[in-house]
Structure formats: C-alpha cells, structure tokens
C-alpha cells in the first residue's frame, strides 16, 4: 500500500519541497499584488518607494517589475528627467482582482468584501439610472449580489448560468448564457467564479464586473 499521494515530478503531498515550492508561489502572489496595487494608486510609485514600503531589496523589486512587464501586467514609460513611470494594464488590472479575488475565497473576508463591493457597484448602477440587471453565473457571488440588490431599486431580471441552466437558484429558473440577449437587462452583472470565462466579456460596456 502507498504510504500517500504523489505528485507529477515525484513529489509526495507531503514532500517539504511541495511545500516550499507552494509557499514561494504564495510570496511570489503576494509581492505582485502589492506591486500591483501600489502602481495602481499611484504613477508617482518608484522603485525606492517600493522597496521602502514593501521591505524588498532593490534588486528584489526591479526583478519583479521585469517579471510583470515581461507578462504584460505593466507598462514602463521613461518621462524626463530620466524618470521612469509605471502604468497597470487591463491585463494587470485583471491579475489583481483575481488575485484578491483567490485570496479572500472560502474567507468571511470574501463575503464581507463581496458585499461591500456588490453595495457600490449597485447603488452606482441606481444613480446611472439603470434599472434592470441580469446575473452571469449562478454561484455564491450571485447570492451575495442578491443580498445587496435588494437594498436598492434595481431589479433582478434572470440568471444566466450554463453548467446550472434548468436548476432552481435565488428562486428562478437558471437560463443558458444564450439567451442572455433576450433578458431586457440593462446591464449584465458578472457573478462567475471562472476567470477564463471573465476574459470574454471584459471590455463590453454592457457587463459590470464586482471583483
């Protein structure tokens, strides 16, 4: 009999070199989210100013702005005089919410956050006048949604989910994701927990997005 699992490479699931390696993964997140988030706030944001709030040698931080360069999370701009300027690209922008978004889940953080989040996004949504939103994903961000909904005007005109289409979900009958054209919303409001299915409509002025 196994004395336990083991991984591709080897690796037991107890290895301490598993371990390791998912904890340099973690810091790693962790040191992206900051940089991120830091970049986000500010275009002033340099290196120094970010090794001196993140604890991080120099070279540490300049290895990891190559990296989310590299990746397409961030754009450097050389501004004179010989200033160097960084900007988040939607694609950054993206990474950070995602990777907030995986830190808080399964968390009470994440509801809290969730719901605060839900609050704004719809008492803005009243305030822009739209009256009528329809779900994209019928899961546990939807029932937060929910929650918030119901302490504004706006009404919930169906759910759009095609791996629960025909269930029974915050007491309607979940529709395929293709009939969402037909839902009269007036806007979509993205409650997917699938970040590869996010991907297809970021960029459509229809769809609002709480994380």
């Known amino acids: ?9 080897g690796l037991h699931l107890n290895d301490p070199r598993r371990t390791a390696s998912m904890a340099r993964e973690s810091d790693v997140a962790e040191v992206e989210w900051k940089i991120l988030n830091e970049i986000e706030n500010s275009h002033k944001t340099s290196q120094r100013s970010l090794s001196r709030k993140m604890n991080l040698a120099l070279g540490a931080v ?16 050389t501004m004179p ?31 809290r956050e969730a719901r605060e989040r839900s609050r704004e996004l719809f008492r803005q949504l009243e305030e822009e006048g739209i009256r009528r939103v329809a779900f ?7 029932e ?20 629960r289409a025909g269930e029974d979900f915050l007491g309607r009958t979940v529709q395929p ?13 993205f409650t997917k927990q ?18």
């Open 1 to 9: 009999m196994s004395d336990g699992v083991h991984l591709q490479g």
């Open 62 to 77: 300049n290895f990891h702005l190559k990296r989310l360069v590299r990746k397409g999370y961030i754009k450097m701009k």
């Open 81 to 111: 005089p010989n200033r160097v300027v960084y900007f988040v690209t939607p694609s950054g922008i993206s990474r950070k919410a995602r990777l907030t978004y995986e830190y808080m889940v399964g968390t009470l953080a994440f509801y």
């Open 136 to 142: 994209l994903g019928a899961r546990d961000l939807a």
């Open 144 to 163: 937060i949604c929910y929650l918030s909904l119901q302490e504004t005007g706006v009404e919930l005109v169906g759910i759009y989910d095609d791996s």
């Open 177 to 189: 994701e293709s009939a969402l054209g037909d839902s009269g919303a007036e806007r979509i409001v």
């Open 194 to 211: 699938d970040w590869a299915k996010r991907g297809e409509y970021e960029g459509r002025s229809d769809v609002v997005f709480v994380f």
